[in-house]
């Protein structure tokens, strides 16, 4: 079956970097774009990034120069590269394959 699996959240300081990843398995990957989701606490859920089967990527406005989303076709994973993190980057964060999410991974940035 489709399986999405985050990775690499935790408890950071602000300005400090964490590194996300998400590996899929049972869907075909290469020809996908992925995204990333964040979702606040007592907030809908948002595009963060995304990342096309060329690499082209996107990221939303709140993020833009401070994160960088990859992707490894042969291992089938994505990636979120998060620096200068800010106390509203707090979110539980998850990867998107076409219709398919992730549980999830929580990010907290905090003092």
């Known amino acids: 079956q489709v399986q999405l699996v985050e990775s690499g959240g935790g408890l950071v300081h602000p300005g400090g970097s964490l590194r996300l990843s998400c590996t899929v398995s049972?869907?075909?990957?290469?020809?996908?774009?992925m995204y990333w989701y964040r979702q606040p606490p007592g907030k809908q859920r948002e595009l963060v990034a995304s990342?096309?089967?060329?690499?082209?990527?996107n990221y939303a406005d709140s993020v833009k120069g401070r994160f960088t989303i990859s992707r490894d076709n042969a291992k089938k994973m994505v990636y979120l590269e998060m620096n200068s993190l800010k106390i509203e980057d707090t979110a539980v964060y998850y990867c998107?394959?076409?219709?398919?999410w992730g549980q999830g991974t929580q990010v907290t940035v905090s003092s």
């Open positions: 998107k394959h076409s219709t398919y």
């Open positions: 049972g869907v075909i990957f290469r020809i996908y774009t």
């Open positions: 990342i096309t089967s060329g690499r082209m990527t």
